[in-house]
């Protein structure tokens, strides 16, 4: 209920009395955003409830290059993250799901380290699987919690303890619409902090 909260406080103060044209302009801002944070956790939500069906029976193709280089890249252009990627590899499955799935993992890499910290996304061709590592250099994942982090609603320790802000859903559908397009996921020790997740998918072969 946070960003419902949260927007409905922002429009109780602008309907409260008149605001200066700039303090309009904020308080859109911030209902913007936290109307977009709702929309998120409702698509995650309705994903979830369907086990991601339409991840297993689909045989789309789409261009994982593509989307790095261009809506990932796109959606992160004022973050530290550096893309590496070969033209020309494709996956089959869903892209907007598989988009879903980098935003998230991406995402958490940003918010878990500082402003300063490099995220670096590599794509590697690994024999028939196409593997994706995402690096980071911020608080880590214990040992103990690397199997609990893709449950559904599981807050860690460290980001707990550090204030970090979260639902505990986005690792969840992670885990989902990898699995669910044939492709695994896990998680290692960055050296000398921080975290890898690395999710290997079935290679496609265009003849």
């Known amino acids: 209920m946070t960003p419902l909260t949260a927007i409905s406080t922002e429009l109780e103060y602008v309907l409260k009395k008149e605001h200066s044209a700039e303090e309009y302009k904020n308080s859109l801002l911030g209902i ?3 109307t977009h944070e709702m929309i998120n956790i409702v698509k995650t939500l309705l ?11 689909s045989r789309k193709v789409f261009n994982l290059s593509h989307l790095l ?17 070969e033209d020309n590899i494709y996956l089959i499955g ?11 993992i991406i995402g ?18 690994v024999n028939d699987m196409i593997k994706i590592s995402i690096y980071d ?3 880590g ?7 609990k982090v893709f449950d559904s609603f599981y807050r860690g320790v460290n980001v707990e303890s550090n204030g970090i802000k979260g639902y505990g859903l986005g690792l969840n559908l992670v885990r989902i619409v990898v699995n669910k397009m044939g492709g695994d996921i896990l998680i290692l020790d960055n050296e ?14 265009m003849e």
């Open 32 to 34: 913007s955003e936290q």
């Open 47 to 57: 994903i979830l409830a369907k086990d991601c069906e339409i991840c297993s029976d």
């Open 69 to 85: 280089k261009n809506q990932i890249a796109n959606e992160f252009k004022n973050d530290n993250v550096s893309i590496r990627v």
């Open 94 to 104: 869903e892209a907007d799901y598989f988009y879903m799935v980098l935003e998230n």
């Open 108 to 125: 958490n890499a940003i918010k878990y380290s500082s402003p300063t910290d490099e995220v670096k996304v590599v794509v590697e061709d």
């Open 137 to 139: 250099n911020g608080i």
């Open 141 to 147: 994942i214990p040992d103990s919690e690397k199997h």
């Open 192 to 205: 000398p902090k921080g975290t890898i997740f690395v999710v290997d998918m079935p290679k496609l072969i």
